[in-house]
């Protein structure tokens, strides 16, 4: 009894599903008619270019910034020696009457500079490859060469430097269990003879 339950409820809660689906899709459909069209902006240098999204059919273009009139009616609005400072804000245009239906709105901050240079996708790319090569051939040159030079080394042996015994040997014991080696445990033995 409990599986026809479960089944029951999971072909409920699937109806379901697909009623807010569709009912999401009819949504969707009346969207369209209060989407904004998209501005184009062209930034080369300290020159930006606004394109408008209206077609101008036989009328002017107008244009606003921070709901200031601008002298410009051509569907572009260039702005040259741009500064982040002074030409960011919001900027609009439409045609005719300025209305909720026609006016177009962006917000534009922009960061320009004068000598900069335009790179496309694939020169960055082979930039980026060149330096990896470049890196790990020098890695790989570096690690051959302290390589090489390890095995052209003399091998270190330990001398019997003061008080030291070479390797292995076993350490010589003095009268009361004392350690003697080198010079000086010598001269010390010698005056104990003596007294």
Known sequence: MSRMR??????VLALWLLSVAAW????????DDYTQKLFTVSISGTRVVLTCPVEAEGGDIHW??????LPNTKKELDLTDFSEMEHS????????????????????KAR???ACMEVDLTTVASIVVADVCVTLGLLLLV?????????KCKPVTRGAG????PRGEPARLGRGGSSWGGKGSEALARSRQRL
Not at 89 to 108: Q, R
Not at 143 to 151: D, E, G
């Open 143 to 151: 690690y051959y060469w302290s390589k090489n030079r390890k095995a």
């Open 64 to 69: 606003e910034r921070d709901e200031k009139s």
């Open 112 to 114: 320009v500079c004068e």
């Open 6 to 11: 479960a089944g029951t409820l999971w072909r």
């Open 89 to 108: 804000g919001y900027y609009s245009c439409y045609v005719g009457t300025k209305n909720k239906e026609n006016e177009h709105i962006l917000y534009l």
């Open 162 to 165: 003061a008080g030291g015994r």
């Open 24 to 31: 999401g899709q009819e949504d969707d459909d009346h969207a």
